[in-house]
Protein backbone atom coordinates (compact mmCIF):
# COMPACT_ATOMS: atom_id res chain seq x y z
CA UNK A 1 0.00 0.00 0.00
CA UNK A 2 1.62 3.41 -1.25
CA UNK A 3 2.21 6.36 1.20
CA UNK A 4 -0.90 8.05 0.10
CA UNK A 5 -3.22 5.29 0.48
CA UNK A 6 -2.19 5.04 4.24
CA UNK A 7 -2.81 9.00 4.37
CA UNK A 8 -6.27 8.41 3.29
CA UNK A 9 -7.21 5.44 5.38
CA UNK A 10 -5.84 7.46 8.45
CA UNK A 11 -7.80 10.45 7.81
CA UNK A 12 -10.89 8.20 7.12
CA UNK A 13 -10.63 6.85 10.65
CA UNK A 14 -9.99 10.35 12.34
CA UNK A 15 -12.98 11.68 9.89
CA UNK A 16 -15.28 8.72 11.47
CA UNK A 17 -13.75 9.24 14.74
CA UNK A 18 -14.71 12.77 14.70
CA UNK A 19 -18.50 12.18 13.71
CA UNK A 20 -18.73 9.57 16.46
CA UNK A 21 -17.30 12.24 19.36
CA UNK A 22 -19.69 14.92 17.79
CA UNK A 23 -22.84 12.07 17.58
CA UNK A 24 -21.79 11.26 21.27
CA UNK A 25 -21.80 15.09 22.44
CA UNK A 26 -25.05 15.58 20.74
CA UNK A 27 -26.47 12.91 22.15
CA UNK A 28 -25.34 13.47 25.50
CA UNK A 29 -26.79 17.61 25.36
CA UNK A 30 -30.21 15.96 24.48
CA UNK A 31 -30.54 13.70 27.09
CA UNK A 32 -29.28 16.32 29.62
CA UNK A 33 -31.69 18.86 28.28
CA UNK A 34 -34.83 16.21 28.04
CA UNK A 35 -33.92 15.13 31.99
CA UNK A 36 -34.46 19.12 32.60
CA UNK A 37 -37.25 19.51 30.46
CA UNK A 38 -39.27 16.81 32.70
CA UNK A 39 -38.06 18.59 35.91
CA UNK A 40 -39.67 21.77 34.82
CA UNK A 41 -42.64 20.21 33.47
CA UNK A 42 -43.29 18.09 36.54
CA UNK A 43 -42.36 20.79 38.99
CA UNK A 44 -44.79 23.27 36.95
CA UNK A 45 -47.32 20.68 36.74
CA UNK A 46 -47.05 19.87 40.69
CA UNK A 47 -46.88 24.11 41.70
CA UNK A 48 -49.91 25.51 38.73
CA UNK A 49 -52.28 24.31 41.50
CA UNK A 50 -51.01 26.66 44.41
CA UNK A 51 -51.97 29.84 41.99
CA UNK A 52 -55.46 29.20 42.33
CA UNK A 53 -57.04 29.14 45.89
CA UNK A 54 -60.99 28.14 46.74
CA UNK A 55 -62.62 31.26 47.73
CA UNK A 56 -66.26 31.40 49.15
CA UNK A 57 -68.68 34.21 49.30
CA UNK A 58 -70.60 34.92 52.18
CA UNK A 59 -72.78 37.36 53.47
CA UNK A 60 -71.37 38.74 56.78
CA UNK A 61 -73.47 40.59 59.58
CA UNK A 62 -70.97 42.69 61.34
CA UNK A 63 -72.82 42.89 65.01
CA UNK A 64 -71.51 45.25 67.29
CA UNK A 65 -71.65 42.67 69.98
CA UNK A 66 -68.96 40.02 68.28
CA UNK A 67 -67.18 43.34 66.79
CA UNK A 68 -66.60 44.55 70.25
CA UNK A 69 -65.51 41.02 71.30
CA UNK A 70 -63.36 40.70 68.12
CA UNK A 71 -65.16 37.35 67.66
CA UNK A 72 -64.49 37.06 63.83
CA UNK A 73 -64.48 33.84 63.14
CA UNK A 74 -68.14 34.26 64.90
CA UNK A 75 -69.24 35.86 62.37
CA UNK A 76 -68.19 33.21 59.68
CA UNK A 77 -70.22 30.58 61.27
CA UNK A 78 -73.01 32.89 61.61
CA UNK A 79 -73.29 33.59 57.64
CA UNK A 80 -72.60 29.67 57.49
CA UNK A 81 -75.49 28.31 59.66
CA UNK A 82 -77.65 31.18 57.97
CA UNK A 83 -76.82 29.70 54.66
CA UNK A 84 -77.73 26.33 55.75
CA UNK A 85 -80.49 26.58 58.35
CA UNK A 86 -81.15 23.39 58.16
CA UNK A 87 -78.39 21.99 59.60
CA UNK A 88 -78.63 21.15 63.37
CA UNK A 89 -76.46 18.58 64.90
CA UNK A 90 -73.72 19.74 66.52
CA UNK A 91 -71.15 17.01 65.18
CA UNK A 92 -73.19 18.09 61.20
CA UNK A 93 -72.52 22.21 62.54
CA UNK A 94 -68.76 21.48 62.87
CA UNK A 95 -68.35 20.03 59.39
CA UNK A 96 -70.23 22.87 58.11
CA UNK A 97 -67.56 25.72 59.55
CA UNK A 98 -64.92 23.90 58.31
CA UNK A 99 -65.51 24.82 54.39
CA UNK A 100 -64.76 28.28 55.59
CA UNK A 101 -60.66 28.83 56.90
CA UNK A 102 -59.55 29.19 59.96
CA UNK A 103 -58.31 32.40 58.22
CA UNK A 104 -61.48 34.13 57.27
CA UNK A 105 -62.16 35.66 60.49
CA UNK A 106 -58.16 36.87 60.47
CA UNK A 107 -59.46 38.54 57.17
CA UNK A 108 -62.42 40.07 58.38
CA UNK A 109 -60.52 41.97 61.57
CA UNK A 110 -58.55 43.46 59.15
CA UNK A 111 -61.35 44.78 57.29
CA UNK A 112 -62.67 46.06 60.14
CA UNK A 113 -59.25 47.77 61.04
CA UNK A 114 -59.28 49.49 57.97
CA UNK A 115 -62.93 50.42 57.93
CA UNK A 116 -64.74 51.03 60.97
CA UNK A 117 -67.95 51.57 59.60
CA UNK A 118 -68.85 48.33 58.70
CA UNK A 119 -70.53 47.77 62.13
CA UNK A 120 -73.91 47.26 61.79
CA UNK A 121 -73.93 46.25 57.98
CA UNK A 122 -74.24 42.88 55.85
CA UNK A 123 -71.47 42.89 53.14
CA UNK A 124 -70.70 39.61 50.50
CA UNK A 125 -67.24 39.06 50.94
CA UNK A 126 -64.93 36.31 49.33
CA UNK A 127 -63.04 34.35 52.07
CA UNK A 128 -60.72 31.87 52.05
CA UNK A 129 -62.38 28.16 52.07
CA UNK A 130 -60.90 25.55 54.00
CA UNK A 131 -57.93 23.02 52.27
CA UNK A 132 -60.42 20.31 52.13
CA UNK A 133 -62.80 22.32 49.90
CA UNK A 134 -59.78 23.60 47.66
CA UNK A 135 -58.71 19.91 46.92
CA UNK A 136 -62.17 18.82 46.28
CA UNK A 137 -62.56 22.05 43.64
CA UNK A 138 -59.00 20.56 42.05
CA UNK A 139 -60.18 17.15 41.68
CA UNK A 140 -57.56 16.27 43.67
CA UNK A 141 -60.40 14.44 46.22
CA UNK A 142 -62.05 11.44 44.35
CA UNK A 143 -65.79 11.43 45.19
CA UNK A 144 -66.68 8.31 44.02
CA UNK A 145 -64.74 6.47 46.75
CA UNK A 146 -66.19 5.51 50.15
CA UNK A 147 -67.47 8.31 52.24
CA UNK A 148 -64.89 6.61 55.38
CA UNK A 149 -61.76 6.69 52.23
CA UNK A 150 -61.87 10.40 51.68
CA UNK A 151 -61.50 13.64 54.01
CA UNK A 152 -64.70 15.16 52.67
CA UNK A 153 -68.16 13.69 53.97
CA UNK A 154 -71.03 13.03 52.18
CA UNK A 155 -72.85 16.10 53.77
CA UNK A 156 -69.81 18.51 53.13
CA UNK A 157 -70.25 17.46 49.55
CA UNK A 158 -73.84 18.34 49.12
CA UNK A 159 -73.12 21.57 51.24
CA UNK A 160 -70.32 22.54 48.55
CA UNK A 161 -72.54 21.46 45.37
CA UNK A 162 -75.07 23.83 47.16
CA UNK A 163 -72.53 26.52 46.93
CA UNK A 164 -71.53 25.83 43.81
CA UNK A 165 -75.10 26.13 42.42
CA UNK A 166 -75.37 29.43 44.25
CA UNK A 167 -71.85 30.54 42.41
CA UNK A 168 -71.02 31.33 46.16
CA UNK A 169 -67.90 29.18 45.82
CA UNK A 170 -65.07 29.07 42.73
CA UNK A 171 -61.41 28.92 42.58
CA UNK A 172 -59.78 32.42 41.82
CA UNK A 173 -55.87 34.18 41.85
CA UNK A 174 -54.16 32.83 45.16
CA UNK A 175 -52.87 36.27 45.78
CA UNK A 176 -51.74 35.31 49.42
CA UNK A 177 -48.91 32.96 48.39
CA UNK A 178 -47.12 35.58 47.17
CA UNK A 179 -48.27 38.17 49.84
CA UNK A 180 -48.10 35.79 53.02
CA UNK A 181 -45.89 34.76 55.38
CA UNK A 182 -45.83 30.47 56.22
CA UNK A 183 -48.82 28.96 58.25
CA UNK A 184 -50.44 25.93 59.63
CA UNK A 185 -53.06 25.79 57.13
CA UNK A 186 -51.85 25.02 53.49
CA UNK A 187 -54.72 27.98 52.03
CA UNK A 188 -53.21 30.73 54.23
CA UNK A 189 -49.25 29.94 53.77
CA UNK A 190 -47.27 32.01 51.29
CA UNK A 191 -43.51 32.46 50.32
CA UNK A 192 -43.15 36.09 51.00
CA UNK A 193 -41.43 35.83 54.38
CA UNK A 194 -39.34 33.19 53.10
CA UNK A 195 -38.15 35.30 50.45
CA UNK A 196 -37.66 38.29 52.42
CA UNK A 197 -35.49 35.68 54.48
CA UNK A 198 -33.28 35.11 51.68
CA UNK A 199 -32.88 38.49 50.39
CA UNK A 200 -32.02 39.51 53.79
CA UNK A 201 -29.59 36.72 54.12
CA UNK A 202 -28.04 37.24 50.96
CA UNK A 203 -27.52 41.20 51.36
CA UNK A 204 -25.62 40.12 54.40
CA UNK A 205 -23.48 37.65 52.63
CA UNK A 206 -22.82 40.20 49.63
CA UNK A 207 -21.61 42.81 51.99
CA UNK A 208 -19.40 40.62 53.78
CA UNK A 209 -18.19 38.23 51.41
CA UNK A 210 -17.58 40.54 48.27
CA UNK A 211 -15.21 42.95 49.71
CA UNK A 212 -13.39 40.70 51.85
CA UNK A 213 -13.02 37.93 48.64
CA UNK A 214 -11.86 41.03 46.39
CA UNK A 215 -9.06 42.16 49.04
CA UNK A 216 -7.91 38.95 49.65
CA UNK A 217 -7.34 37.91 45.65
CA UNK A 218 -5.96 41.20 44.94
CA UNK A 219 -3.58 40.58 47.80
CA UNK A 220 -2.71 36.83 47.03
CA UNK A 221 -2.26 37.87 43.38
CA UNK A 222 -0.46 41.02 43.20
CA UNK A 223 1.03 41.45 46.36
CA UNK A 224 1.88 38.28 48.17
CA UNK A 225 5.03 36.76 48.19
CA UNK A 226 5.48 33.05 46.49
CA UNK A 227 6.72 31.32 49.37
CA UNK A 228 5.52 27.66 51.04
CA UNK A 229 3.42 29.98 53.23
CA UNK A 230 0.89 31.54 50.33
CA UNK A 231 0.69 28.35 48.35
CA UNK A 232 -0.59 26.66 51.57
CA UNK A 233 -2.95 29.46 51.67
CA UNK A 234 -3.79 28.67 47.89
CA UNK A 235 -4.19 25.10 48.63
CA UNK A 236 -6.44 25.86 51.44
CA UNK A 237 -8.80 28.35 49.96
CA UNK A 238 -9.01 25.58 46.85
CA UNK A 239 -10.44 23.07 49.53
CA UNK A 240 -12.08 25.02 51.36
CA UNK A 241 -14.41 25.30 48.07
CA UNK A 242 -15.30 21.74 48.02
CA UNK A 243 -15.98 21.51 52.13
CA UNK A 244 -20.18 20.44 52.52
CA UNK A 245 -21.94 23.23 53.20
CA UNK A 246 -22.81 21.64 56.39
CA UNK A 247 -19.75 22.01 57.72
CA UNK A 248 -19.85 25.74 57.65
CA UNK A 249 -23.86 25.89 59.08
CA UNK A 250 -21.61 23.76 62.42
CA UNK A 251 -18.80 26.05 62.74
CA UNK A 252 -22.31 29.09 62.52
CA UNK A 253 -24.01 27.29 65.08
CA UNK A 254 -20.49 26.68 67.23
CA UNK A 255 -19.14 29.77 66.73
CA UNK A 256 -21.62 32.48 66.22
CA UNK A 257 -24.32 31.25 68.38
CA UNK A 258 -22.60 29.28 71.17
CA UNK A 259 -20.13 31.69 71.58
CA UNK A 260 -20.89 35.07 70.41
CA UNK A 261 -24.41 34.09 71.34
CA UNK A 262 -25.73 35.91 67.91
CA UNK A 263 -29.77 35.80 67.31
CA UNK A 264 -30.49 31.99 66.71
CA UNK A 265 -32.61 31.82 62.97
CA UNK A 266 -31.74 35.50 61.81
CA UNK A 267 -30.63 36.64 58.56
CA UNK A 268 -27.79 38.05 60.02
CA UNK A 269 -26.24 34.98 61.29
CA UNK A 270 -27.63 33.24 57.99
CA UNK A 271 -25.94 35.56 55.73
CA UNK A 272 -22.50 35.06 57.82
CA UNK A 273 -22.55 31.51 57.45
CA UNK A 274 -23.15 31.95 53.73
CA UNK A 275 -20.38 34.50 53.38
CA UNK A 276 -17.98 31.93 54.53
CA UNK A 277 -18.89 29.20 52.19
CA UNK A 278 -19.25 31.34 49.91
CA UNK A 279 -16.06 32.79 50.15
CA UNK A 280 -13.76 30.93 48.67
CA UNK A 281 -15.11 30.50 45.69
CA UNK A 282 -15.20 34.27 44.99
CA UNK A 283 -11.40 34.65 45.96
CA UNK A 284 -11.01 31.69 43.45
CA UNK A 285 -13.03 33.56 40.55
CA UNK A 286 -11.80 36.82 41.68
CA UNK A 287 -7.60 35.81 41.17
CA UNK A 288 -8.98 34.30 37.95
CA UNK A 289 -9.96 37.68 36.71
CA UNK A 290 -6.90 39.21 37.69
CA UNK A 291 -5.03 36.73 36.60
CA UNK A 292 -6.76 37.82 32.51
CA UNK A 293 -5.47 41.26 32.87
CA UNK A 294 -2.28 41.03 30.37
CA UNK A 295 0.93 42.11 32.31
CA UNK A 296 1.54 44.40 29.57
CA UNK A 297 -1.61 46.54 31.60
CA UNK A 298 0.73 46.59 35.04
CA UNK A 299 3.98 47.35 32.96
CA UNK A 300 2.69 49.87 31.07
CA UNK A 301 1.06 51.79 34.28
CA UNK A 302 4.31 50.87 35.92
CA UNK A 303 6.65 53.01 33.14
CA UNK A 304 4.31 55.69 33.86
CA UNK A 305 5.15 56.05 37.29
CA UNK A 306 2.39 54.73 38.97
CA UNK A 307 2.99 52.67 42.40
CA UNK A 308 2.17 48.83 42.43
CA UNK A 309 -1.10 50.19 44.73
CA UNK A 310 -2.29 52.85 42.02
CA UNK A 311 -1.47 50.10 39.23
CA UNK A 312 -3.96 47.53 41.19
CA UNK A 313 -6.49 50.19 42.11
CA UNK A 314 -6.59 52.24 38.86
CA UNK A 315 -5.91 49.78 35.94
CA UNK A 316 -5.86 46.39 36.88
CA UNK A 317 -9.06 45.77 39.35
CA UNK A 318 -11.29 47.84 37.01
CA UNK A 319 -10.55 45.94 34.29
CA UNK A 320 -11.12 42.10 36.34
CA UNK A 321 -14.18 43.55 37.97
CA UNK A 322 -16.10 41.73 35.28
CA UNK A 323 -15.34 38.84 36.32
CA UNK A 324 -15.25 39.50 39.66
CA UNK A 325 -18.61 39.98 39.77
CA UNK A 326 -19.68 37.30 37.54
CA UNK A 327 -18.31 34.88 39.95
CA UNK A 328 -20.20 36.80 42.91
CA UNK A 329 -23.30 36.39 41.11
CA UNK A 330 -22.39 32.89 40.80
CA UNK A 331 -21.48 32.50 44.55
CA UNK A 332 -24.91 34.49 45.13
CA UNK A 333 -27.06 32.17 43.26
CA UNK A 334 -24.84 28.92 44.99
CA UNK A 335 -25.41 30.53 48.30
CA UNK A 336 -29.39 30.67 47.78
CA UNK A 337 -30.27 27.52 46.94
CA UNK A 338 -28.13 26.12 50.21
CA UNK A 339 -30.21 24.50 53.55
CA UNK A 340 -28.07 22.46 55.35
CA UNK A 341 -26.15 25.34 56.89
CA UNK A 342 -29.39 27.59 57.27
CA UNK A 343 -31.05 24.32 58.95
CA UNK A 344 -28.03 24.02 61.32
CA UNK A 345 -28.35 27.65 62.97
CA UNK A 346 -31.78 27.14 62.93
CA UNK A 347 -33.40 28.61 60.35
CA UNK A 348 -35.93 25.92 60.18
CA UNK A 349 -37.89 27.45 62.80
CA UNK A 350 -41.70 28.31 62.12
CA UNK A 351 -41.75 31.86 61.44
CA UNK A 352 -45.21 33.36 60.45
CA UNK A 353 -44.37 37.16 60.58
CA UNK A 354 -42.34 38.93 57.69
CA UNK A 355 -39.07 39.79 58.93
CA UNK A 356 -38.79 43.27 58.97
CA UNK A 357 -34.59 43.35 59.13
CA UNK A 358 -31.44 40.93 59.78
CA UNK A 359 -32.23 40.84 63.23
CA UNK A 360 -35.83 39.15 63.30
CA UNK A 361 -36.63 35.66 62.92
CA UNK A 362 -36.78 34.29 59.47
CA UNK A 363 -36.53 31.23 57.38
CA UNK A 364 -35.20 31.23 53.48
CA UNK A 365 -36.67 29.55 50.26
CA UNK A 366 -34.89 26.34 50.37
CA UNK A 367 -35.86 25.73 53.97
CA UNK A 368 -39.28 26.89 53.94
CA UNK A 369 -39.33 24.35 50.63
CA UNK A 370 -38.17 21.59 53.13
CA UNK A 371 -40.21 21.91 55.49
CA UNK A 372 -43.42 22.20 53.37
CA UNK A 373 -41.81 18.84 51.85
CA UNK A 374 -42.42 17.57 55.27
CA UNK A 375 -46.26 18.57 55.86
CA UNK A 376 -48.47 15.99 56.07
CA UNK A 377 -51.62 17.63 54.07
CA UNK A 378 -51.62 17.37 50.38
CA UNK A 379 -52.29 20.97 49.63
CA UNK A 380 -48.71 21.46 50.93
CA UNK A 381 -47.64 19.12 47.78
CA UNK A 382 -48.56 22.13 45.44
CA UNK A 383 -47.02 24.85 47.28
CA UNK A 384 -43.59 22.63 47.39
CA UNK A 385 -43.44 22.51 43.56
CA UNK A 386 -44.60 26.30 43.00
CA UNK A 387 -41.97 27.39 46.04
CA UNK A 388 -39.18 24.98 43.89
CA UNK A 389 -40.82 26.97 40.63
CA UNK A 390 -39.99 30.68 42.28
CA UNK A 391 -36.54 29.58 44.00
CA UNK A 392 -35.61 27.88 40.16
CA UNK A 393 -36.57 31.45 38.76
CA UNK A 394 -34.32 32.99 41.23
CA UNK A 395 -31.37 31.30 40.38
CA UNK A 396 -32.18 31.60 36.56
CA UNK A 397 -32.57 35.10 36.76
CA UNK A 398 -28.68 35.52 39.08
CA UNK A 399 -27.55 33.11 36.12
CA UNK A 400 -28.41 34.77 33.36
CA UNK A 401 -27.50 38.21 34.78
CA UNK A 402 -23.80 36.94 35.04
CA UNK A 403 -24.14 35.41 31.87
CA UNK A 404 -25.30 39.39 30.37
CA UNK A 405 -22.49 40.80 32.68
CA UNK A 406 -19.60 38.90 31.24
CA UNK A 407 -20.68 39.15 27.77
CA UNK A 408 -21.25 42.94 28.37
CA UNK A 409 -18.19 44.00 30.03
CA UNK A 410 -15.40 41.32 29.48
CA UNK A 411 -12.41 42.30 26.99
CA UNK A 412 -10.57 40.21 24.45
CA UNK A 413 -6.62 40.70 24.59
Known amino acids: ?39 LLAVVGNGAGALRQAQIKLPIVFEAGKVADANWQ ?15 NRRDKKKLYGLASSGAGHDLGLMMKENPSLVGTTVSLWLPASDDVDMLLKGLIDRTVDEGSRRVSDKELVWVDALLADGAVELQFNTRFFTSGDSREPELAGILGAAVGSALSLLVCLALSFPLGVMAAVYLEEFAPKNRWSDMIEVNINNLAAVPSIVFGLLGLAVFLNVFGMPRSAPLVGGMVLALMTLPTIIIAARAALKSVPPSIRQAAMALGASPVQVVTHHVLPLAMPGMMTGTIIGMAQALGETAPLLMIGMVAFIVDIPQGIFDPATALPVQIYLWADAPE ?36
Do not use: C, H
Open 1 to 39: MSNADLIKSGLSRRYRAERRFRFYGIVAVTVALSFLVLL
Open 74 to 88: GLVKDSLRAAFPDVK
Open 378 to 413: RAFTERTAAAIFVLLMFLVVMNLTAVILRKKFEQRW
